[in-house]
């Protein structure tokens, strides 16, 4: 017999941890659809081809290939031709390729669906994971203007998940390579300071300094306390943020284009009401990945700064330079909700939900049988969602059914009850019990549903 098991890197829940996972997804997308954007989906699998053509490096050492047992007779030496997707921006970048010409532009996209990585295997990690992503895709050109929604809509969806207090922290590329420029630090090189740049939150100043006066680098000690000094700044507040920017001094071109369309981002992220406690300048953030061009956001937990980004992206020039000639710049942000899941439950911030069952209508003998069904028919027709118990047993077994599958209200109508056209309800989260008329049931139940729960 084969033991029953998961493979690792996968996360498998139990239905009111799902419960309480699908609601985060739910809560997600609702944000997203109240900002205007549409959904889509892409296949698992990709080919091969088209999946792997922005890969390279570490990325590509954990894709998974996907081979029929028929293929692998074949013993084929090349690449098979499907791969699963790792990400949801290489698909994104194919669709739009594909179906430029029946898209409205600028267009607005929202994806919630599994990737997959050869991740390995360690606590918190995950070979299969969602991840709820949106993106803006402009044909030619897209405005800056947008690369200031996105972090309201960031804002609005980590207020309605209620997880805790957060702060959007943002930088931006073309402040960053004006600034090196300004020290003499240009080409190749510009990337590869940026990406230790990027790991201070995780190395540390001392390591970071040590990698970027040594082999591969060898930058002096002036420049580097002024990379040094320059990742240091952080603003607190609205108007901080822009004498921060201010007392930055004069720049290259680049830097004050950057600058410019800082401050731009902070007077519409204003304008768009956002708290300001919620968004601030961070100028070590710079993203590893070389495509994006513009703004970059993270986005951390202020009691939880361990848990690190809990969603990420920014603004890139040309999404699917691979597949079409059009140039299409976009500005987007990936939230990756597996892992955020899991570390917020280790962490207590989420717990198990109560069923998304509202009520269990009891069956106490056979003759109930036939009211039982038509009483669960009539509060479905109501809006409630209901459960009804097929065969009669003891009703404390009832209760205790109710209460470990995590169902709030239980029905009962036992043959004095149904002589006075009454029903029983108990309220297993308050431990109370009450009677009330058949005919008012549904109402009663959509009202106490909604009450919060005040127990001792």
């Known amino acids: 017999m084969i033991k029953p098991r998961t493979p690792t890197g996968v996360m498998e829940l139990l239905p009111r941890d799902q419960i309480a996972f699908q609601r985060m997804l739910d809560t997600i997308r609702q944000t997203f659809e109240r900002f205007g954007f549409l959904p889509v989906e892409t296949p698992v699998m990709e080919l091969s081809e088209v999946l792997l053509t922005k890969s390279g490096g570490e990325t590509e ?96 969806v980590f207020e309605r998940l209620a997880i805790g207090e ?28 940026l990406r230790e740049l990027d790991k201070l939150d995780k190395r540390g100043p001392d390591a970071v300094r040590d990698t970027l006066a040594g082999e591969g680098f060898g930058l002096g000690a002036e420049v580097i306390d002024k990379l040094m000094a320059f990742s240091q700044v952080r603003s607190h507040g609205h108007a901080d943020a822009l004498a921060k920017l201010d007392a930055l001094g004069a720049g290259t071109p680049l830097f004050d284009e950057g600058r410019d369309e800082l401050r731009a981002i902070l007077e519409q992220l204003k304008a768009l009401g956002v708290a300001e406690r919620r968004y ?87 003759a109930g049988l036939a009211h039982a069904l038509a009483l669960s028919q009539r509060l479905r027709a109501a809006g409630l969602n209901v459960e009804t118990q097929l065969e009669p047993r003891k009703l404390a077994k009832q209760f205790q059914y109710a ?50 729960v005040r127990l001792g």
């Open 166 to 193: 957060f702060t959007i922290q943002f930088n931006h590329r073309k402040l960053l390579r004006g600034y090196f420029e300004g020290l003499g630090i240009i080409g190749a090189a510009q990337l590869l300071v």
């Open 280 to 366: 601030a300048l961070n100028l070590s953030i710079a993203r590893g990945l070389d495509y994006y061009t513009g703004i970059v956001y993270e986005t951390t937990l202020d009691a939880y700064p361990q848990i690190g980004s809990i969603c990420s992206g920014g603004r890139y020039e040309n999404l699917a330079g691979h597949y079409t000639k059009s140039k299409l710049p976009g500005v987007g942000i990936s939230i990756g909700l597996t892992r955020l899941f899991y570390q917020l439950q280790e962490a207590g911030l989420v717990s198990t939900a109560d069923s998304s069952v509202d009520v269990l209508v009891a069956l106490l003998d056979e």
């Open 403 to 452: 209460d470990k599958a995590g169902i709030r209200f239980v029905v009962m109508r036992g043959e004095d009850e149904a002589a006075r056209g009454v029903v029983t309800v108990k309220d297993l989260r308050r431990g109370e019990q009450f009677e009330v008329a058949e005919a008012e049931l549904a109402s009663v139940l959509r009202v106490e549903r909604e009450q919060p």
């Open 61 to 156: 050492r954990q894709v998974y290939f996907v081979q029929s047992t028929g293929a692998l007779e074949k013993q084929n030496d090349g690449l098979p031709e499907l791969a699963l997707r790792f990400d949801l921006t290489v698909p994104l970048a194919r669709y739009v390729a594909e179906h430029e010409h029946e898209l409205a532009f600028p267009f607005r996209r929202y994806q919630m669906q599994r990737v997959y990585r050869g991740e390995r295997a360690q606590r918190g990690r995950f070979r299969e994971f969602y991840q709820c992503d949106i993106d803006v895709i402009g044909k030619d050109s897209l405005s800056p203007r947008f690369d200031a929604e996105i972090p309201a809509v960031i804002a609005a």
